[in-house]
């Protein structure tokens, strides 16, 4: 008998920012429970650039495992950023943990498998929740584990619920909960202590059930991009030029065929703007700019955004014809040009 490991399932992480859309900001690790489940089962974990493929030892003429995993056992991976540039081009929110599952099994057309998300507080053995609801009505607590089984209930009459209430959590066991008021769920909470302070970015549970054997299953987190209004700031120095500029109208134009980005007219820096003190400082004069609509970040700078002078009646005159793009290592998608 032959003894070999076969993938059991993939887990892809895609985000659109990437030409290639593969996204390899994240380190991929098995919790500490999943860990243990692997060695149990004498599985594999194994990371490649973007995907995390876990393995499982069987007989090489059949599908079965060697050691069987029972149907709804819940294999879960930490996700840690290690590119801080990733909340800048990322449509996502900075300082959220997140929650990534399998709520379902039917692959889309790439032959991927969408986890679903949703937001998540991971906490400790005591936790102080905030109610949601309007105390002038009853609420109805519950406490709900991972396998849909209340673990804890209760019912406040109406303007007697405590602020905060308090859940105690060492009574039950690792993993995630719901917590529902009056019927609708209002916060998902993970309960492991060892998480805490670990800069954890997304819980990521894959429910297993038996035909993972015979049908790969590739799982896939999909990452969309922000978008933001882009400003250019042209700062017309000291150095360089006389006065002649008095006599310039400037501009900065798209010249792409398709997907153009409109802006504004170049004006003088608003009073109020929060560069004006700085970018005043050594300055003749500070022009700027921004696009009338927010744009996406791209991860292959957009060409032919160009900066065009007009003297009079005489044909523009292209001054710098690829403007900068916004860089992806700054918050606010600003771009200072010296002329």
């Known amino acids: 008998m032959n003894i070999i490991f076969d993938i059991l399932f993939k887990l892809n992480i895609f985000h659109e920012f990437f030409d290639d859309k593969i996204c390899n900001d994240f380190i991929v690790e098995p919790t500490s429970a999943c860990s243990q489940l692997l060695r149990n089962h004498k599985s594999i974990f194994k990371c490649t650039e973007n995907s995390a493929n876990i393995y499982y030892e069987k007989n090489e003429s059949s599908p079965a495992p060697l050691i069987s995993i029972g149907n709804g056992t819940t294999f879960s991976f930490l996700l840690k950023v290690k590119n801080i540039s990733f909340y800048n081009y990322s449509n996502i929110q900075n300082n959220t943990t997140y929650y990534f599952t399998n709520t379902s099994n039917a692959a889309g057309s790439d032959g991927f498998i969408e986890l679903t998300t949703d937001k ?184 032919n955004i160009q900066l065009s002078r007009k003297v009079g009646l005489e044909p523009p005159e292209v001054l710098i014809k690829n403007l900068p793009n916004p860089s992806i290592d700054k918050v606010k998608p600003e771009m200072y040009i010296y002329i």
């Open 120 to 303: 998540l507080i991971i906490v400790p053995s005591i936790y102080n929740y905030i109610f949601q609801s309007d105390k002038s009505a009853d609420i109805n607590l519950k406490l709900i584990n991972s396998n849909g089984n209340v673990v804890e209930e209760k019912t406040f009459a109406a303007s007697t619920a405590p602020e905060p209430h308090q859940f105690v959590f060492s009574q039950y066991t690792k993993g995630l909960y719901s917590v529902e008021e009056n019927g609708v769920i209002t916060s998902k909470l993970y309960y492991d202590e060892s998480l805490l302070g670990e800069n954890i970015f997304c819980i990521i549970d894959i429910n297993f059930n038996s035909d993972f054997y015979t049908s790969l299953k590739k799982f896939k987190v999909h990452f969309s991009i922000k978008s933001a209004l882009w400003k250019y700031y042209l700062i017309i120095t000291d150095n360089g030029i006389n006065n002649d500029y008095l006599s310039w109208t400037l501009s900065i134009t798209d010249e792409n065929t398709s997907n153009k980005i409109l802006f504004t007219p170049l004006t003088d820096m608003p009073a109020d703007d929060s560069n004006k003190e700085l970018l005043s400082k050594k300055a003749k004069k500070v022009l700027c700019c921004a696009s009338t609509t927010p744009v996406e970040f791209r991860e292959k700078p957009k060409q």
